[in-house]
């Protein structure tokens, strides 16, 4: 069955960066459409970032636009996060996510697969 599995968070100070990546198998030809959500603790989860199959489009929730990256190797079957300038709101279980839509999905709803979550956190 189809597995994703997160991996590269951790502790960082607000200012700092990580990179999250995720490794796709079991039936990764079928993934079109990634995405990244994030939840934080007593909260719902929130979309984060999100790429076509291609890699050439890419959409951005406001609170992260200008500061993360999404990409992807389709070669390589992973898909990664890059985040920048981190702040201390950005602390959150970060999840990769994959839908069977070919177009931009900002909606967890429509994401049908999804990895286990890895935890970032960014202090003050």
């Known amino acids: 069955q189809v597995q994703l599995v997160e991996s590269g968070g951790g502790l960082v100070q607000a200012g700092g960066s990580l990179r999250l990546s995720c490794a796709a198998s079991g039936r990764s030809f079928s993934f079109n459409t990634m995405g990244w959500f994030r939840q934080a603790p007593g909260k719902e989860r929130e979309f984060t970032a999100t790429?076509?199959?291609?890699?050439?489009?890419?959409y951005y929730a406001d609170s992260v636009k200008g500061r993360f990256t999404i990409s992807r190797d389709n070669a390589k079957n992973t898909v990664s996060l890059q985040m920048n300038s981190l702040r201390p709101e950005d602390t959150a279980v970060y999840y990769c996510?994959?839908?069977?839509?070919?177009?931009?999905?900002?909606?967890?709803?429509?994401?049908?697969?999804w990895g286990q979550g890895i935890q970032v956190t960014v202090s003050s």
């Open positions: 790429i076509t199959r291609s890699g050439v489009r890419t």
């Open positions: 996510a994959a839908a069977s839509s070919v177009t931009i999905e900002a909606s967890a709803s429509n994401y049908n697969f």
